[in-house]
């Protein structure tokens, strides 16, 4: 069955980095876009970048452009978002999501917190 498990979350301090890191199973990783969203405390889940298959196609949502980088492995069936310049209203649980046939597919999540 499809898996999609997420780690690399933390608290850090603002202006620091993370690496987060999306590892999927259960289908054809290279054939399928991989996509990274997060949800703040009491707030609508968010877009934050996506990756086609190959990765020749990336988009990013307004808030995190110039500042987060989406990455693929597909030898290691792995997705990464490199979250620089971290701000107080990045703090999040990230999630990956991939579509497949026309089901969505979220892993747990993995919550990152940026305070001082």
């Known amino acids: 069955q499809v898996q999609l498990v997420e780690s690399g979350g933390g608290l850090v301090q603002p202006v620091e980095s993370l690496r987060l890191s999306c590892v999927a199973s259960?289908?054809?990783?290279?054939?399928?876009?991989m996509s990274w969203f997060r949800q703040a405390p009491g707030k609508e889940r968010e877009f934050v970048a996506r990756?086609?298959?190959?990765?020749?196609?990336?988009s990013y949502g307004d808030s995190v452009k110039g500042r987060f980088t989406i990455s693929r492995d597909n030898a290691e069936n792995t997705a990464h978002l490199l979250l620089n310049s971290l701000r107080p209203d990045d703090t999040a649980v990230y999630y990956c999501r991939t579509i497949i046939v026309g089901h969505v597919y979220w892993g747990q999540g993995t919550q990152v917190v940026v305070s001082s």
């Open positions: 259960g289908f054809t990783f290279v054939q399928y876009d």
């Open positions: 990756m086609n298959g190959n990765g020749e196609i990336v």
